[in-house]
């Protein structure tokens, strides 16, 4: 079977504590972007064992520690009987950009292995085994836009309609953000507005009251996010954000079917398209 694991974006972004066990609850709004892996699921030849080949991007990590995998050995833990699978992952979305890619696999590889496998697991299922393998997994099982609160792992559906169709342009400035490091460099604080609200207004509103908590925090050490976000805003983008804890920064366009060209340094990569 093969699946194409989408990426997300984030729409604002707010810290607003920290838990006894070191994580932090939030509020944000995540959806779908069209910017994809590759991901096939095969059962292993007799007598083989499970097995995971990677090209495209190199991921860091041994095989074993690959979300795929682990997603795998989440699902044999309690079905035991399960027979071995080949996986095959073809990695083009940027890592520790902000935009969810591992977590997309890990969330496209319990659902392709529940077809696979015949568990015949439900989403509600899914979703809690998503959980246990990152905050932002359970977020792909659905994989529609979501209004995510505590970890980032309790949702509700958000049709947020005024987005469909929009062009948009992401950038990732060839930076690794660790996810651990931006949280750790952030002071929660109650939300200035209620972003749920906020995000029912039309897009152009959403440069003064939808925010993302990670941009103030990381702004003193790379000024290049902030910089960029300045020229997507300056190329007529109706809103522009960092996505998640970062280094992806993207621009929304409603209206248009494209996004316009822009002259960025060579090594940054660009993903240009419709929501
Ligand atoms: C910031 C967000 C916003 O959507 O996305 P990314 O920027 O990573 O894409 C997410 O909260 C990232 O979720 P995810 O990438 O699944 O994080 P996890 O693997 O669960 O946790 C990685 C580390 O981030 C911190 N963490 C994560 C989630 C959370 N609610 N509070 C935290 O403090 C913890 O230090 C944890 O050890
Ligand atoms: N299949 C995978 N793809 C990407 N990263 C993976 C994968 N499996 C494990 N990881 C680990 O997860 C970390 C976070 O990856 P990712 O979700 O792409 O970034 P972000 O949290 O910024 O959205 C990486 O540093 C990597 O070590």
Redesign the pocket.
């Known amino acids: 079977m093969l699946v194409f694991p989408n990426a ?1 974006l ?1 729409l604002g ?1 707010h ?1 607003t504590a ?2 006894p066990d ?5 509020e ?1 709004a ?1 959806v779908p972007l069209p910017w994809t892996d590759a991901l096939e699921v095969l059962p292993a030849p007799e007598a083989a064992e499970t097995s995971l080949t990677l090209t495209g991007r190199p991921v860091p990590g041994e095989p074993a520690t690959n979300l795929c995998v682990r997603a795998y050995e989440l699902l044999r833990a309690d079905f035991p009987q399960v027979p071995a699978v080949r996986l095959h992952l073809h990695k083009v979305v940027p890592i ?8 997309a696999d890990a969330a496209f590889a319990l659902r392709a292995l529940n077809t696979v496998l015949a568990l015949n697991l439900s989403d509600d299922a899914l979703e809690a085994y998503a959980r246990r ?5 359970a ?1 792909f099982i659905r994989n529609q836009p979501a209004l ?1 609160l ?4 309790e949702l509700s559906a958000l049709p947020l309609p005024q987005l469909a169709g929009a062009a948009c342009k992401v950038i990732y400035p060839n930076l690794h ?4 490091e ?3 460099g952030v002071t929660p604080r109650p939300p200035q507005h209620a972003l749920g609200t906020a995000l029912a207004a039309p897009i152009n509103t959403w440069r003064d009251t939808v925010v993302n908590d ?1 941009e103030a925090s990381l702004a003193p050490k790379f000024p290049v996010l902030a910089q960029l976000k300045e020229q997507l805003y300056a190329a007529g983008a109706a809103y522009a954000s960092l ?4 280094s992806a920064v993207f621009g929304l366009w409603p209206g248009q079917s494209a996004p316009p060209k822009l002259a960025l340094k060579a090594d940054y990569e660009v993903w240009d398209g419709v929501l």
């Open positions: 997300k984030n972004l810290i920290r838990r070191g994580f932090h609850t939030l944000t995540m520790g950009a902000g935009l969810g890619g591992g977590s393998l990152g905050s932002d997994c977020f995510a505590g970890r980032g792992d953000i660790s996810t651990a931006a949280y750790a990670f996505s998640g804890s970062g």
